[in-house]
């Protein structure tokens, strides 16, 4: 992996899997990632609402942006400029997201496709996977490179170096075991799963199907080392 001179993460340029930390608000970042379709354009999910227009021409070399995917109701912040940016590109969610998304959006929002719209544009390698229990459709994702598979771990993993600085958020963090290092985001599934042993078990079985050797939590450092895999079906089980 390197970094560009934008930011960009490139974890595999050749499948076009790249990663961008932004920041959303103040004293909080987001990942995003993106990845190559099978038409040879980018998918690019949790579209960083804050970003450098520089960042978004550097990614034109890895490909056109086609699609614009909010992992759950949260992550919908960049939609509408990117889709300004890139008006080909189409925008998809979990139905649950773009009810959310359709309520709370406080400005004008592009079309917002369902994630079976989306499906017959990813082939073989790609997926982006609805949890079956969610309250704001909640979605996992995962791309296949030479040597494995590269997941996006949206809410339902984090790995934060430090505890949150604020006192209340420290505690919350502390009581559900959501930092720091690598782990279940305990805090986050109590707000966005209805049922979270079904989604930690749906979720390990496709961990152990597609064994991660490279994980993109949606907040916190990318997990790159070898135990990446049994470290994640580990936490996941002592979950369900």
């Not at 996006?152 to 993993?157: C, E, Q």
């Not at 006192?167 to 986050?188: E, I, M, Q």
Request: net charge neutral.
């Amino acid at each position: 992996m390197h970094t560009t001179s934008e930011g960009w993460t490139v974890i595999d340029a050749e499948a076009g899997v790249l990663s961008l930390t932004y920041s959303y608000t103040k004293g909080a970042s987001a990942n995003c990632l993106t990845a190559k379709l099978p038409s040879g354009g980018l998918m690019v999910i949790s579209a960083p609402s804050r970003i450098d227009p520089k960042a978004i021409d550097e990614l034109a070399e890895f490909g056109p942006v086609e699609a614009l995917v909010a992992n759950n109701g949260f992550h919908y912040l960049g939609l509408a400029r990117w889709k300004e940016r890139f008006p080909e590109a189409r925008c998809f969610a979990a139905p649950g997201a773009i009810a959310r998304i359709e309520k709370r959006s406080k400005g004008p929002l592009p079309k917002i496709e369902p994630l079976s719209a989306l499906k017959p544009l990813l082939g073989d390698d790609l997926a982006v996977v609805e949890t079956a229990s969610s309250k704001c459709g909640e979605t996992w994702a995962r791309v296949k490179i030479a040597d494995g598979y590269v997941w996006y771990g949206s809410d339902i993993l984090i790995n934060l170096e430090e505890m949150p600085p604020s006192l209340l958020l420290r505690t919350l963090f502390k009581l559900t075991k959501s930092a720091p290092g690598y782990r279940v985001f305990g805090l986050a599934a109590r707000f966005i799963l209805k049922d979270r042993r079904a989604t930690f078990r749906a979720m390990l079985a496709d961990v152990e199907a597609h064994p991660p050797t490279v994980m993109v939590p949606a907040h916190g450092a990318i997990v790159t080392r070898e135990s990446c895999a049994s470290e994640t079906a580990a936490m996941i089980q002592a979950a369900v």
